[in-house]
């Protein structure tokens, strides 16, 4: 398995969504950034958080 490069705490607490400018929850298992609100979960490759809306998982309605 490949080992997950960690990112950066200090960064994760500034980011915010960029759809809703709201906060963002950190999913330390699937490396996903969560926003609630919008629906979306933004990926994190090689410990960068990828905030473009287009590249971002849209969240189950369950």
Same mark, same amino acid.
């Given at each position: 398995m490949a080992q997950q *490069?960690? #990112?950066d705490p200090k =960064? =994760?607490?500034v980011l915010?969504? @960029?759809v809703t400018? #709201? !906060?963002l929850t950190y +999913? !330390?298992?699937r490396q996903e =950034?969560?926003?609630p609100v919008s629906g979306l979960a933004y990926p994190? *490759? +090689?410990g960068i958080p990828i905030? =473009? @809306?287009g590249e971002a998982r849209e969240l189950s309605r369950d």
């Open positions: *490069r960690q #990112t =960064l =994760l607490e915010v969504c @960029p400018k #709201t !906060a +999913d !330390a298992e =950034l969560v926003s994190i *490759r +090689d905030m =473009l @809306p």
